[in-house]
């Protein structure tokens, strides 16, 4: 078996250098496209898989409290020996605790800092109305931001992982007056603050420190009762839920309003709805919980849109993979049979010097492996150095082989078709 | 007997496109003459060459060179049997346009494996005798049509082929030129090599020593 004639190959390359350095080109961006566009398919699948797993086939409900103005009252101010109090906390308990659905407080609040906060923290800031979140308190500037109050089931069922620093520890959800309270804060909050930071704050009327323990990673949503929608956490700032230590208004006020929250379930609303008050009758009968069905008709499912959205996203990303994928090797096969179509005639000389066809075939398929492979080494470089994922990688790999073995097939076919012979008498 | 075709056709085309470019054409030449050949275009001349050259093999028929039968060889033998034993000059040159004299010339010896050394000695040499050395680093564009010829034939010769088949080589070229590469070939079948000449011109035609008129496919006359 003859030898490849690497000098012929190359000798091809630097006579179409334009034409090469176009196709190189347009092979290196092509495959670095579909590596990057592969990447993000990869991410989105992420997504969904991790959204599947996380809410399932399971149904969100809103609970909160709905203590009439009266029960209210008897609680708040008419509680003297503390048993309304004490029964409140244990109903908290029970409901955190219980096995047969999952209860995490969720408790949007705003939390009033010192000092002047950057816009983006603000609250109202994405309705573009937070004129009145920053005032003026005894000469000096003080802002409302964006609070979350959160038990420990709120991180498991919203998956919300943490970047740096720390999660909330059994400790941090107990309170004890005087002390610093750990806060986790979202990732737009990492350029301004870091680990330790302490923070003045006031929280439900209570004057208290804080203390930044941690940051959450980046696409961190929770479901939001106020916005009926997912919401980013990238600008809130998370304060655990707790059990008190001590009975004072700021308690009570606290472990009332720790009540509201989700609930992820897999029974139906009815049934739900019974279970729940049942449980809270057994500490007053008068007491009442509001729950809401994400499925009635003034809801919206908002779980089941982002499913179906996240599952849509993913199958777009497909498509459009297949897509250049196919545009590639289109037009790859077109541009490199135009240059063998411009070489039929040097190939007749050379088979009249004594080349036979496989020499002419393997000086083709060396030009289109030349092209193809230093395409896939520009583009893996390219993914390399983006961090794109050895998926990426492999499946630019894999176009690549594909592109060669389209191309062995295609120019088996059109070398043994083109009528080399024509060039001994080609006037006539 | 050097070569012989025995009851060779040649079939171009299916259906209604069939073209039957040569008719049970029959022919025997000895080692060292200079055939011509002549005839209308489109008589099958250079589809003759074609079988000559085992460029095409025949529909029909047996391509005997000296003894063998070509068609029994399959593609690798076939570009071997024309590397070893023939040498091929035509009225465009043939000539690689992006290439030097010295590689145009060294082509055939790259298919022979022939070693750098020996290739540059056996350039040199024909080129040398082809008055041409002064040109090795030339291309193509750079030389006269007689010049082109010249290096054409040097390449044809660099593998001291036993046969050389020429389609008009003096085609493209003034009368003064073209009377330079006749006297060429008629050296080099001096010194033995056996040469087939397809052409249009009588004169040049007279070069040979077999002379062969062709029609429709088919020899009608021999001389």
Known sequence: MKMIHWEHIIEIGLKNAVMFSMLLILITINFSLTGNIAKKNEESQKVENNYKSTYGETTFYWMTEALKDQEYYNYMEGDSNGSSYKKMTDLLNELWNEKSFQFYTCNNQTLILKGKMKDIFLEGYEDGDFSDAVKTENGKDISMVKSVQVSSGFFDCNNIQINSGRAFSKEDYLYTEGKTIPVIMGKAYKDYYKIGDILDANFIMEDMKMEVVGFLEDKSFFLSYFENDFVSLERYILIPAWNFSDKSEFSKMATLTQLNGNIKANQGYEELSEQINNIVKKYNSKWQMNIEDPNSDSGTNVVKKYQKMTSQVSNQFNILVILIMIFIVISLVINIFSILEKYKYNFSVELLCGAGFWDIYKESMGFTISLILLGNLGSTLYLFINDSGKNSIILVDILSIVIVAIMAVASYIHIKRMNLGDIIGGEE | ?223
């Open chain 2, 1 to 223: 007997m050097f070569l012989t075709l025995e009851e060779i056709n040649v079939i171009y085309g299916k259906k209604e496109g069939r073209v039957h470019a040569l008719k049970d054409l029959c022919l025997g030449i000895e080692e060292g003459e200079f055939v011509t050949i002549m005839g209308k275009s489109g008589c099958g001349k250079s589809t003759l060459l074609n079988v000559l050259g085992a460029i095409r093999k025949p529909t029909k028929g047996i391509y005997k060179f000296k003894g063998k039968d070509i068609g029994e060889m399959r593609d690798a033998g076939l570009a071997k049997f024309r590397n070893k034993n023939l040498g091929f000059v035509l009225q465009n040159f043939a000539l690689l346009n992006d290439r030097s004299v010295y590689d145009n010339v060294s082509l055939p010896l790259k298919y022979m494996k022939t070693g750098a050394k020996e290739q540059r000695k056996r350039v040199g040499a024909i080129l040398k005798e082809m008055d041409l050395l002064n040109k090795i680093s030339k291309y193509p564009s750079e030389l006269s049509g007689g010049q082109k010829q010249r290096v054409a034939l040097a390449r044809a010769l660099v593998t001291k082929p036993k046969l050389l088949l020429a389609d008009e080589p003096t085609g493209s070229l003034d009368e003064e030129t073209g009377i330079q590469i006749m006297e060429l070939l008629r050296e080099i079948n001096e010194e033995g090599t056996t040469i087939v000449m397809v052409t249009h011109d009588k004169e040049f035609a007279n070069y040979g020593n077999h002379l062969i008129t062709m029609k429709d496919g088919r020899i009608i006359k021999e001389e």
